[in-house]
């Protein structure tokens, strides 16, 4: 008896499959099977609950994992192929095969493999598979994975209100339908990276951007009254005191429950407003139209031309454009660090200074590291002497916080400057409020929208050294 009549009816076709698939490409096809498959075991429960934790699960469990599972798949019968093809043409392709018994060293060699490379498998996909994701969802992933591309955001990122909050909690959020968008999305910037064809800068607003009720009201909502708030802006001036003095302003926030207020009169309960804007960064608004508490109004500057025009209704982007990759003039990064304490007022003319050397050319990141802090400190080694040898160090602290000014608002390699990115919030240092705000939109009956002032906030103190509204309120002033 032969050994291939030992096995069972219906086994016989299973011995040629045995031991043709003892090669190395059909192993590896094995490997690869088995591995897709054990990593999407792990990503099954995941997947079943619609993965919307997690918006970066979708990449594993759609993307990564399908690629290698059908590539192995392929592998597996490829592999037998060639092997059957080998020993077809020297006549080494046996006629007859053991029987498909524990004893048959080939199935043996083929279980092992299989059992090892599955256990192997288990444990790594245990470890990987949770640390991937995790590691998709991060902000320095977000932030560093593209860092020539993404550098200016990621920075302005880590010194705004929402340092704390992940990149895909606002750019994507929860739910199937945006994480598939952004992912198609992707793959354009994708491409683009690779192909080094990105523009430079990166324009803004982001198109296709999710709705801002939908990402910035899981924690901000218009519903939410907004008491007035205290708001100082302190300023140093060009003069060899660097004299300092103060803008209080009462800013009237309100709220959408009937609350008197910027929030109340733009987003409140009932009230629409739309806009016409005629260029990409919707700085540029000939047509507004407000619809809410008092009927229904259109307001149009002068021989405005809207035919064509995008028209979109207002959200928080709208003003609050740049709430987490937020820039700065070179007038107001030193105004803030020079309140911090970071330069010294006591330094003759250094507010004057730094702004002047903030807004020289520097073609690259090397080069203001080394030129900023030295033109800086050049300059009481030159004017000052005695300032210079008796407070070296104040003015090398001095010199390196102009830099740091320097780095976290210029980037050249992605061409962002000073406002290349304008705010909306506010008026200013860009138009922002009067976008729309500038007495020039009317309706036809003569009405227009109102640049009252005092409609947003109350003028408690403007540019005083010392206002009494500070002082009555109990506000101690910092000593630096």
């Given amino acids: 008896m032969t050994q291939s009549?030992?096995?069972?009816?219906?086994?016989?076709?299973l011995s040629p499959l045995i031991h043709l698939s003892n090669n190395w490409l059909s192993l590896s096809g094995v490997i690869t099977v088995t591995t897709a498959t054990v990593f999407w075991l792990f990503l099954l429960p995941t997947t079943l609950r619609g993965g919307t934790e997690n918006p970066y699960v979708g990449i594993l469990a759609f993307l990564a994992l399908p690629l290698p599972f059908f590539v192995g798949l392929l592998l597996i019968p490829l592999g037998m192929w060639l092997k059957r093809r080998r020993e077809g043409y020297p006549g080494v392709y046996p006629p007859d095969f053991p029987a498909l018994t524990w004893s048959n060293p080939e199935l043996r060699k083929l279980a092992y493999f299989v059992g090892a490379t599955t256990l192997v498998n288990i444990v790594v996909a245990s470890q990987l598979t949770y640390g991937a994701v995790n590691y998709m969802d991060s902000v320095n992933f977000c932030g560093q994975t593209c860092h020539s591309v993404m550098q200016p955001e990621f920075?302005?990122?880590?010194?705004?209100?929402?340092?704390?909050?992940?990149?895909?909690?606002?750019?994507?959020?929860p739910g199937a339908s945006w994480f598939v968008r952004s992912k198609l999305s992707g793959v354009g910037q994708v491409v683009a990276v690779t192909f080094d064809t990105y523009p430079r800068p990166i324009p803004t607003p982001v198109r296709n951007l999710r709705p801002a009720r939908e990402t910035c009201e899981a924690c901000h909502w218009p519903q939410k009254y907004g008491e007035d708030r205290v708001r100082v802006i302190p300023k140093f001036a060009d003069d060899e005191h660097n004299t300092q003095t103060k803008t209080v302003l009462l800013m009237k926030i309100g709220g959408g429950n009937g609350g008197v207020g910027i929030h109340g009169t733009h987003l409140g309960p009932g009230v629409t407003i739309r806009y016409a804007h005629s260029d990409e960064g919707r700085q540029n608004i000939p047509w507004v139209e407000y619809d809410g508490p008092g009927g229904k109004r259109t307001y149009a500057t002068k021989d405005a031309k809207t035919e064509g025009l995008p028209v979109r209704e207002m959200d928080c982007m709208d003003c609050h454009n740049r709430p987490t990759h937020t820039y700065e003039l070179p007038e107001r990064g030193i105004d803030r660090v020079m309140n911090a304490g970071q330069i010294s007022p006591a330094l003759p003319f250094a507010k004057k200074q730094a702004v002047e050397i903030l807004k020289a050319n520097y073609a690259s990141r090397e080069e203001a590291a080394q030129r900023i802090p030295e033109t800086f400190a050049r300059y009481y080694e030159k004017h000052y002497p005695d300032i210079w040898s008796q407070h070296r160090g104040e003015v090398t602290a001095a010199g390196q916080a102009v830099l740091q000014v320097w780095n976290r608002n210029v980037f050249p390699d992605m061409k962002v400057t000073w406002g290349a990115y304008p705010n909306n919030l506010g008026h200013t240092d860009f138009s922002g409020c009067f976008r729309c705000h500038d007495g020039s939109h009317s309706t036809k009956d003569g009405r227009s929208i109102?640049?009252?002032?005092?409609?947003?906030?109350?003028?408690?103190?403007?540019?005083?050294?010392?206002?009494k509204v500070l002082s009555d309120l109990g506000v101690v002033e910092a000593k630096h």
């Fill in 5 to 13: 009549n030992a096995n069972p009816p219906g086994r016989n076709w």
């Fill in 155 to 173: 920075t302005a990122y880590q010194n705004s209100p929402h340092s704390k909050v992940e990149c895909v909690k606002c750019h994507i959020g």
């Fill in 450 to 467: 109102t640049q009252d002032c005092n409609a947003c906030h109350s003028l408690l103190a403007m540019d005083e050294a010392s206002p």
